[in-house]
């Protein structure tokens, strides 16, 4: 087997959410080997669900809905190996 190995990143990012029919903003952290914001959004569960959590806790009954607008830095903060 070949190993595979990719580039693991934190990021600032800004995103936007709606609870309670307004729509907010705020800046977050995220880690991620996705490298667009597209990508964490539809291939990131776990990032997903952290800011799920983050934002909406367990309570909330409404639409819960996320947007990451804006990559504001990125670092390289690892990387990662498997098989």
Same mark, same amino acid.
């Given at each position: 087997?070949?190993?595979?190995? *990719?580039?693991?990143?934190? *990021? ?9 029919? $307004?729509?907010?903003?705020? $800046? ?16 990131? *569960? ?32 690892? $990387?990662? $190996?498997?098989?």
């Amino acid at each position: 087997h070949k190993r595979m190995s *990719y580039p693991i990143y934190y *990021y600032e990012v800004e995103i936007a959410y709606r609870k309670n029919k $307004q729509t907010l903003n705020k $800046q977050t952290w995220v880690v991620s080997k996705h490298e667009t914001a597209s990508d964490m959004m539809t291939k990131d *569960y776990k990032t997903m669900d952290r800011l799920n959590e983050e934002l909406y806790g367990d309570k909330y009954k409404g639409e819960r809905r996320i947007v990451i607008t804006k990559i504001i830095t990125k670092k390289k903060v690892g $990387q990662s $190996q498997f098989l």
